[in-house]
């Protein structure tokens, strides 16, 4: 069995006091009250040096000089924290950094990183990462209809994105397309563009936060494009083409590949982070909550729940510290195992969040008790970054293809 070694364990309390201070007292207005999450999650990089550690790698990539070693440690650990009481605030900072700050640094040249990453990287400016779209779904390159069209100087970018998390306030977005060149290849065939795009562009609109069930400490809305004009410069050049999901192997979608990895990782974190808290409530109201003259940790189907929940944190717990240590050597997970990691911390989740409720009974439905949050929470791990379903598939291919 793997175990969070003392460093780690020491940055956990030091996260931990201060989510408790700064985040704890802040939920129900995170939750409930519209609060945009962006000024605790600058306050926490300012007090743990998160930017300053962060800008210190960017440069010493760039200039091909020794890099600090990796530590996966620092930055999935405060994702873990957070999604014990705000699990919204680990989206919200990883779209920024992982998906958006990630997806230039893999696919963007020199100058662009330059131009964009540095502000990512501190919080200065927000990033969002727009692939989605309200036909698409899972079928995310072949059902993508926005379109990039070749004109004097640069593209007509066009299109509508959804369910873009931190899209209501990004500064930076990264957006995802389809060259539309007029050659009449078919749709499903054509080339995929990655642009990145600034707040406030002509043509460019960001929509008002959605409503929605769960994460609503995770600002999600629309874009949306008419005829927005990008220079050349705003095209990711992007990696080679993708070799690893049966997905149109065109420039850009190994880029997106990486960042589907990247993203079910931090799920991953937030799902163990969910875990545990409903571990610790439902422990704490079976010893005090007493029902027939006794504790209601008492009886065995209390107990077989609770049981359930320290397995699923043990299995959930363990596969983020073989993540970590993957990570921390060097060694890129296949998106196979990604997706596995991903679908069970996912199920293991929600499933331990319906169970916290059970265990609360009548107290849990009420959004007075924080059980109720982290259930509607835990709900979208099993549909962002790809859905369970598509997990699976992914998950299946990979196996079939290395036995063929």
Same mark, same amino acid.
């Given at each position: 069995m793997l175990r969070w070694t003392e460093e780690q364990m020491m940055y956990r309390r030091a996260v931990r006091q201060f989510v408790e201070k700064v985040v704890a007292p802040a939920r129900e207005a995170l939750e409930f009250e519209g609060l945009p999450p962006y000024d605790i999650l600058r306050r926490f990089y300012k007090e743990f040096g998160v930017g300053e550690s962060a800008m210190q790698r960017f440069e010493a990539s760039l200039s091909g000089g020794p890099r600090p070693p990796r530590n996966a440690a620092e930055k999935l650990i405060p994702l873990v924290e957070f999604a014990r009481w705000c699990?919204?605030?680990?989206?919200?900072?990883?779209?920024?950094?992982?998906?958006?700050?990630?997806?230039?640094?893999?696919?963007?040249?020199?100058?662009?990183?330059?131009?964009?990453?540095?502000?990512?990287?501190?919080? =200065?400016?927000?990033?969002?990462?727009?692939?989605?779209?309200?036909?698409?779904?899972?079928?995310?390159?072949g059902g993508m209809r926005s379109t990039a069209s070749p004109v004097d100087g640069g593209y007509l970018l066009n299109?509508?994105?959804?369910?873009?998390?931190?899209?209501?306030?990004?500064?930076?977005?990264?957006?995802?397309?389809?060259?539309?060149?007029?050659?009449?290849?078919?749709?499903?065939?054509?080339?995929?563009?990655?642009?990145?795009?600034?707040?406030?562009?002509?043509?460019?609109?960001?929509? =008002?936060?959605?409503?929605?069930?769960?994460?609503?400490?995770?600002?999600?809305g629309e874009l949306h494009l008419q005829d927005v004009f990008v220079e050349a410069d705003r095209l990711l050049p992007g990696p080679e083409p993708a070799t690893d999901i049966p997905e149109p192997k065109n420039r850009g979608s190994s880029?997106?590949?990486?960042?589907?990895?990247?993203?079910?990782?931090?799920?991953?974190?937030?799902?163990l982070g969910i875990i545990e808290r409903c571990l610790e409530l439902s422990v704490d109201y079976a010893r005090t909550r007493?029902?027939?003259? =006794?504790?209601?940790?008492?009886?065995?189907?209390?107990?077989?729940?609770?049981? =359930?929940?320290?397995?699923?944190?043990?299995?959930?717990?363990?596969?983020?510290?073989?993540?970590?240590?993957?990570?921390? !050597?060097?060694?890129?997970?296949?998106?196979?195992? !990604?997706s596995a990691v991903k679908l069970y911390a996912g199920q293991a989740a929600m499933e331990v969040a319906l169970d916290a409720v059970q265990v609360f009974?009548?107290?849990?439905?009420?959004?007075?008790?924080?059980?109720?949050?982290?259930?509607?929470?835990?709900?979208?791990?099993?549909?962002?970054?790809?859905?369970?379903?598509?997990?699976?598939?992914?998950?299946?291919r990979d196996l079939i293809a290395a036995r063929g």
């Amino acid at each position: 069995m793997l175990r969070w070694t003392e460093e780690q364990m020491m940055y956990r309390r030091a996260v931990r006091q201060f989510v408790e201070k700064v985040v704890a007292p802040a939920r129900e207005a995170l939750e409930f009250e519209g609060l945009p999450p962006y000024d605790i999650l600058r306050r926490f990089y300012k007090e743990f040096g998160v930017g300053e550690s962060a800008m210190q790698r960017f440069e010493a990539s760039l200039s091909g000089g020794p890099r600090p070693p990796r530590n996966a440690a620092e930055k999935l650990i405060p994702l873990v924290e957070f999604a014990r009481w705000c699990p919204g605030l680990a989206v919200a900072l990883g779209t920024s950094i992982d998906l958006t700050a990630g997806a230039i640094l893999r696919a963007g040249t020199l100058e662009q990183k330059r131009r964009w990453v540095p502000d990512l990287l501190t919080l =200065k400016k927000i990033g969002a990462w727009a692939i989605t779209e309200p036909g698409s779904g899972s079928d995310a390159y072949g059902g993508m209809r926005s379109t990039a069209s070749p004109v004097d100087g640069g593209y007509l970018l066009n299109g509508s994105k959804t369910f873009i998390s931190n899209g209501p306030y990004a500064d930076t977005l990264v957006f995802i397309c389809k060259l539309d060149d007029g050659s009449g290849t078919p749709h499903r065939q054509r080339p995929i563009l990655t642009f990145v795009l600034d707040s406030g562009m002509p043509g460019l609109v960001q929509s =008002k936060p959605l409503r929605k069930m769960g994460q609503h400490s995770s600002p999600t809305g629309e874009l949306h494009l008419q005829d927005v004009f990008v220079e050349a410069d705003r095209l990711l050049p992007g990696p080679e083409p993708a070799t690893d999901i049966p997905e149109p192997k065109n420039r850009g979608s190994s880029g997106a590949t990486s960042t589907f990895a990247m993203e079910r990782a931090s799920i991953a974190a937030s799902a163990l982070g969910i875990i545990e808290r409903c571990l610790e409530l439902s422990v704490d109201y079976a010893r005090t909550r007493v029902q027939f003259g =006794k504790p209601i940790g008492d009886f065995q189907l209390i107990q077989l729940k609770l049981a =359930k929940m320290e397995v699923a944190r043990l299995n959930t717990e363990n596969l983020l510290l073989q993540y970590m240590a993957m990570a921390d !050597a060097g060694v890129r997970p296949s998106l196979a195992e !990604a997706s596995a990691v991903k679908l069970y911390a996912g199920q293991a989740a929600m499933e331990v969040a319906l169970d916290a409720v059970q265990v609360f009974g009548g107290n849990g439905y009420m959004s007075e008790n924080h059980v109720e949050q982290l259930c509607r929470d835990a709900k979208v791990l099993q549909i962002y970054g790809g859905t369970d379903e598509i997990q699976v598939r992914t998950i299946a291919r990979d196996l079939i293809a290395a036995r063929g």
